[in-house]
């Protein structure tokens, strides 16, 4: 990973073998570990389409992220291309670091199924990496 490069925490279709992947892929992104985050955030599912996260202090569950090293310049493309309600902001990982991810706007889960218990994406459909 290059100095220069962006850290970030991605929840959902971005990680490695899913549909928005080759969004991260396209600008350069590399894939850097699995992680988790602190317990204090849930998770819906939007639609059956993508996840949206939320940071809820005091409440929630560790939630499995993937960590990618991204080329600044791709950081915008990759946030042009995800759907609406989803932005970048701070994420807190269970080891006390605080990286960029990306979390749903408040209005985005409302309604929506809550899959927090799962812990995460991939546990809710299924699609597992053999690691």
């Known amino acids: 990973m290059m100095n220069s490069n962006i850290l970030l925490a991605v929840n959902g279709t971005l990680m490695r073998g899913l549909k928005l992947n080759p969004n991260m892929l396209a600008v350069g992104a590399e894939f850097v570990s699995n992680a988790y ?69 408040p209005w985005l889960v409302e309604g929506q199924k809550e899959i927090t218990q799962l812990g995460g994406w991939r546990a809710y459909t299924g699609q597992l990496l053999d690691e």
Do not use: F, S
């Open 37 to 105: 985050t602190a317990p204090c955030y849930r998770c819906w599912t939007i639609n059956d389409d993508h996840p949206g996260m939320l940071r809820t202090p005091g409440e929630g569950a560790r939630i499995a992220l993937e960590l990618w090293a991204v080329p600044p310049a791709g950081l915008g493309k990759i946030l042009q291309n995800e759907p609406a309600g989803l932005c970048i902001g701070k994420v807190e990982l269970d080891d006390g670091r605080e990286v960029l991810g990306v979390l749903a706007e």
